[in-house]
């Protein structure tokens, strides 16, 4: 099939739920992608925040090839090693105790929000309600949509879930309007993703924090874009020195195939029984043997120091382009995931990138987003930066 073929048919039978580019990728190697043509691409968008170790990586297509040559799929009807395992590693590196399995970031969601439910149910005046932050992105299921705090995602499915309030990210007085003593959680992304690229003050985070303890709430930390070493950290939490009591995490952790994961501390796991909560393939022998594999990787520790690394390069040749035009108001972000806020349309700029073989994304009307593999390097950042100047300088 060409890429014209692709568009063709995927108009005619696929539902229109993307508005996608016209492009169709075959095959990928490390930061690059190959189009059906065979034309090649930077990929600075990583999937989406998926493909942490890009493409192909060798060690995860070995395990990927090893593992369908063992065992797929046997459900939660019995024991699974590798999901036990991964657990396990888990576990042993964050504040949790027990984790759950599901297939995505917004099942994830949907699992928190559940448990959290569960523990406010269980308190002794129950508390069910639930505080998000203005853009927040959350996901597309109810539960998750609910708490997703941006109009263009909500509009059209309303009405939705009752029992979720709107708190100012980085606005302390906000959330203590918002807690009620029927608030069972808030629910917080550390890096917001899709809401702009707006990393948490640290005294905010200690704030909310400090809340949740004084008026029993949970505290959720939503990771799912931020999470698995984005930040240059393994979680984005530990920059900020708190325990959360859940956290949401979905993404690079298999390496590009399906999962999602709810880590749950010591408050919350004792509340939930068997037969609560379920996913038939969540924690699969595939997605999970995977997972082990590519959690090694992701979790090592001269790993996330280059993360970190080469997130203040980023940022760091960020800010030098900032300083040279004033379309650029401002670099924020952390790690990898980084952006500028411009004074024009940022589609401007994806579009330009795109002429030059370089994929990257949005994050709002005037956010230019980067989100890149974790393994890219100092000339690819380069390679960009001075992409973004040379469109700058055009225009
Ligand atoms: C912070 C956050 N939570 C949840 C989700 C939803 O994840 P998924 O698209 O896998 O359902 C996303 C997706 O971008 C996200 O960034």
């Not at 309600?129 to 927040?136: G, R, T």
């Not at 998750?144 to 879930?161: C, D, H, I, V």
Request: a negative charge.
């Amino acid at each position: 099939m060409t890429t014209d073929e692709t568009i063709k048919i995927t108009g005619q039978y696929v539902l229109k739920t993307y508005g996608r580019k016209p492009f169709a990728f075959e095959n990928g190697k490390g930061v690059l992608m190959y189009n059906l043509e065979g034309e090649e691409y930077l990929d600075f968008n990583s999937g989406l925040g998926v493909n942490a170790l890009g493409h192909c990586h060798p060690v995860v297509s070995n395990i990927i090839k090893n593992q369908a040559e063992k065992i797929i799929h046997t459900s939660n009807l019995y024991h699974i090693s590798s999901q036990a395992a991964l657990a396990e590693k888990i576990c042993k590196h964050c504040f949790g105790e027990r984790v759950f399995f599901c297939n995505s970031g917004t099942e994830a969601v949907e699992g928190a929000l559940k448990f959290a439910r569960k523990w406010g149910n269980t308190q002794e005046k129950p508390k069910t309600e639930v505080v998000a932050f203005k853009n927040s992105f959350h996901g597309r299921t109810f539960g998750a949509l609910s708490a997703t705090m941006q109009e263009k995602y909500r509009k059209g499915f309303e009405p939705l879930l009752d029992g979720f309030a709107e708190a100012i990210f980085n606005d302390t007085a906000s959330v203590d309007n918002m807690v009620t003593d029927k608030t069972a959680a808030i629910i917080i992304e550390p890096l917001q993703g899709e809401g702009g690229v707006n990393f948490a003050t640290r005294s905010f985070i200690k704030y909310i924090e400090n809340v949740c303890k004084e008026r029993e709430v949970l505290l959720i930390v939503d990771e799912v874009q931020c999470g698995m070493g984005r930040t240059g950290k393994l979680f984005a939490y530990e920059h900020f020195g708190i325990t959360p009591d859940i956290m949401t995490l979905a993404k690079p952790i298999a390496g590009g195939l399906p999962i999602g994961a709810v880590v749950t501390g010591p408050r919350v796991w004792p509340v939930i029984n068997p037969g609560e909560h379920a996913s038939t393939f969540g924690g699969n022998h595939f997605v999970t043997g995977v997972a082990c594999g590519v959690f090694d990787i992701l979790s090592d520790s001269q790993f996330l120091k280059d993360v970190e690394e080469k997130g203040e390069y980023l940022a760091a040749r960020l800010g030098e382009i900032a300083k040279k035009f004033d379309s650029i108001k401002e670099v924020r972000g952390k790690g990898l995931l980084m952006a500028v806020a411009v004074d024009f349309n940022a589609s401007d700029a994806v579009e330009y990138f795109e002429r030059q073989h370089i994929l990257i994304c949005t994050a709002g009307p005037s956010v230019i987003r980067f989100i890149p593999p974790l393994i890219v390097t100092r000339d690819d950042i380069d390679r960009v930066v001075e992409t973004l100047e040379r469109f700058l300088s055009e225009r």
